[in-house]
């Protein structure tokens, strides 16, 4: 055989060989990086992407090897998504890696966020198929730690949505009434005074003047002349008619012994052009638009009276129908009703609470502070008026922060079988996150209407599904945890820390996201500051704190 084609042939069969017949050689760690390193979770989920440059010489061409991701937490091994990747010898669908140039992989890995994944470490298993051969190659360890910060959000500290009552302590009432004049005259006539709503009017007066729950602010005496008759004459003619209403009423008041009234006032008006006007417009007259179009026509009182004088068709109906409407004295009182003090509202519940109105109980729930006492008022409130949605909302509202979920779910959803309010809906929807069923808390919370407590449980949702930017929008001016965090998590530095500074109620989560804002900022005395602060609330803290990848360049030694 010739010594070069020999020669040839060995050397072919060492290319087979090495190509071929050989295993796939280990993997390095330096062959793989990670986006993001660390981890981070987004809502409650942790992505990310694992990308492998692979160097030539490396994958064999008969070779197959499915690449598993796994996430160590605390000892237990979570799997993601496993991919197959294969050699160019290989009959398959899967991505093919050249043996003589390499190649890169790519492998996206999810996984459910569970509590203390701050130190887990993330490890690629090879599993290869070669031939008829299966082996399994070292596992490489790609990443460390999991930035857990995002799983600060709490749908748990959320406020819940209390459906208002429409308790007013003072409700201010007005009584009127009208003394009619005739045309050119100023003298009130008897039996305008004897007039049902005069009477009425008088009456009004008096029990007020009676009742020391009732007080009169103010009576007001409001006189008017028809638009006929010259401005000059009528401005007189008004004028007469203020003062003769104003002196009948002085006396009535001396004679019914009415003194504290408040402030009496009076005013006249010379021709009543906006009450004309009214009047028309809610006429029948056939030319009423004609007399409208003079009207907006002529601004002038006088060449408004002379235009419509010689509409001789229609001014004979408007001197019947419309113009003695307009010559009149229109007395109101102004009556202040006093209703409950607190006092009395909380001594009536304790003693009778069926004596109370439904406002007036739910009213009653607002003056103490002591969830289980709000509780207790309305679990009443609901069973004296059990057709009113707002006592079942407000309770079920209550259980929720005592995290009384089940009482509180099955109160929301009475709440919502009597009257579907906003702020059931919205609550139910706090509900279903709980629950983790987001796809229905959003159908919920998009019920919840303008319930101004929806921005907060709206923010919260865009944090637990991973979308930062939209709740921190969503929270606009909030002063919570959560809003802080979602400021954080977009990079809003300078607002979180107004944020976190406005909270009027600090808790261990408000020092913690403080810590975390100076791990952000570079800032060793705003993290240690802040995290001695939180550990004196929650004792666990340090431990979180030193494992958490926020914190990992800085010393915390000092907080063990």
Request: proline content about 3%.
């Amino acid at each position: 055989m010739n010594k070069k084609l020999l020669l040839a042939l060995l050397v072919g069969g060492a290319t087979i060989l090495t190509g071929c017949n050989k295993k796939i050689s280990q993997f390095d760690s330096k062959y793989f990086s990670v986006n993001p390193n660390p981890l981070e979770v987004s809502g409650e989920k942790v992505p990310g992407t694992i990308t492998g440059k692979i160097p030539a010489k490396i994958f064999v061409k008969n070779a197959e090897v499915t690449v598993t991701p796994y996430l160590n937490v605390n000892g237990t091994e979570i799997a993601s998504q496993p991919y197959t990747y294969q050699g160019e010898k290989v009959r398959g669908n899967s991505p093919t890696i050249s043996y003589d140039n390499g190649g890169t992989i790519t492998i996206p890995v999810s996984y459910d966020y569970q509590p203390n994944m701050e130190d887990a470490e993330l490890f690629l298993n090879f599993d290869v198929k070669q031939g008829n051969k299966q082996y399994v190659l070292p596992r490489v360890k790609v990443a460390q730690g999991v930035n857990t910060t995002a799983s600060l959000a709490s749908v748990e500290a959320t406020t819940p949505a209390i459906a208002p009552d429409k308790f007013q302590r003072i409700i201010n009432e007005k009584y009127s009434a009208d003394i009619k004049f005739l045309i050119n005259q100023a003298n009130i006539r008897d039996g305008e005074l004897r007039s049902e709503s005069m009477q009425n009017f008088n009456k009004n007066l008096a029990n007020a003047n009676a009742d020391s729950t009732r007080k009169i602010k103010e009576i007001n005496i409001s006189s008017y002349a028809s638009p006929e008759g010259g401005v000059e004459f009528n401005e007189k003619l008004a004028e007469k008619r203020e003062k003769n209403t104003s002196a009948y009423l002085e006396k009535h008041l001396k004679e019914q012994k009415i003194a504290d009234f408040g402030e009496l006032t009076a005013q006249f008006t010379a021709q009543d052009w906006e009450g004309f006007q009214k009047l028309v417009a809610e006429s029948n007259i056939q030319d009423k638009e004609l007399i409208l179009s003079v009207l907006s026509m002529y601004k002038d009182p006088e060449v408004r009276e002379k235009e419509i004088r010689n509409l001789s068709s229609v001014f004979d109906q408007l001197a019947i129908e419309i113009l003695p409407q307009l010559r009149y004295s229109r007395l109101t009182a102004t009556v202040d009703v006093i209703g409950k003090s607190d006092e009395q509202i909380q001594e009536a519940y304790e003693k009778e609470p069926k004596s109370l109105t439904v406002d007036e109980l739910l009213y009653c729930a607002t003056l103490t502070n002591d969830n289980n006492k709000k509780i207790e008022i309305y679990n009443t409130t609901a069973g004296i008026y059990g057709n009113d949605y707002r006592a079942f909302n407000n309770l079920g509202a209550c259980q929720f922060v005592a995290k009384d979920y089940t009482s509180a779910t099955a109160n929301f959803k009475k709440s919502a079988s009597i009257n579907p309010s906003s702020e059931a809906n919205m609550n139910l929807g706090l509900i279903s996150m709980i629950n983790g069923e987001y796809s229905k808390a959003n159908e919920q919370l998009g019920n919840a209407g303008s319930v101004d407590a929806v921005k907060e449980a709206l923010g919260v949702y865009y944090l637990k599904t991973g979308n930062n930017a939209a709740a921190a929008k969503a929270f606009e001016d909030s002063k919570t945890n959560n809003a802080a965090l979602a400021q954080i998590l977009t990079k809003d530095y300078s607002n979180a820390k107004r944020t976190l500074a406005s909270i009027t109620s600090p808790d261990a989560t408000t020092y913690y996201l403080m810590a975390v804002l100076g791990a952000r900022t570079n800032n060793e005395n705003m993290i240690i500051s802040n995290l001695r602060q939180a550990s004196k609330i929650d004792n666990s803290i340090a431990n979180k704190a030193i494992k958490d990848p926020e914190f990992a360049n800085f010393n915390l030694s000092s907080l063990l």
